[in-house]
């Protein structure tokens, strides 16, 4: 069985990531072609001339980098919660405290998808449609719901 991560950088549907198990042999990606190795291999050249082109400190939107500092940082969490993952299978020993770690690290990029929202509902120059809104709205009350059972009513 192989492990698959699904990282979804902040503003796209989900803006969570998560680990997938597969079967041998299966192929990520909407191609079906390439596998995460070889997607990872492939980044990291780019990651590269992104770092000379941040150097170079032209241009650059503070929001835009804030948000991809964020997906970053979120991708090396996400590839050290794998990289433990694939230990544990490997030496046969529990995996729960790793997916706890990931669990952990979906509530903090969670946490900061709210402040990015919450800014970007003050702010005059976005425009939102309501149907993102509304649903935005519906999961918020249903995670409101199931946080109160963990942790208690909000005083």
Request: proline residues 3%.
């Amino acid at each position: 069985m192989t492990l698959l991560l699904r990282v979804l950088a902040p503003g796209s549907a989900a803006g969570m990531i998560g680990l997938m198990s597969e079967a041998p042999g299966a192929k990520c990606g909407s191609t079906g072609a390439v596998t995460v190795s070889g997607r990872l291999a492939k980044a990291i050249p780019e990651l590269r001339r992104l770092q000379k082109l941040l150097l170079a400190g032209e241009n650059l939107d503070g929001r835009i980098l804030t948000d991809f500092r964020d997906a970053l940082n979120h991708v090396r969490n996400t590839a050290w919660s794998a990289h433990q993952y694939i230990a544990s299978q490997n030496t046969d020993q529990d995996s729960a405290g790793v997916l706890s770690v990931l669990a952990g690290e979906r509530v903090r990029v969670a946490y900061q998808l709210c402040q990015a929202i919450q800014a970007d509902l003050k702010s005059s120059d976005i425009t939102f449609q309501p149907g993102h809104l509304i649903q935005l709205s519906i999961a918020a009350k249903s995670l409101l719901e199931q946080l109160g059972e963990v942790v208690g009513a909000p005083k």
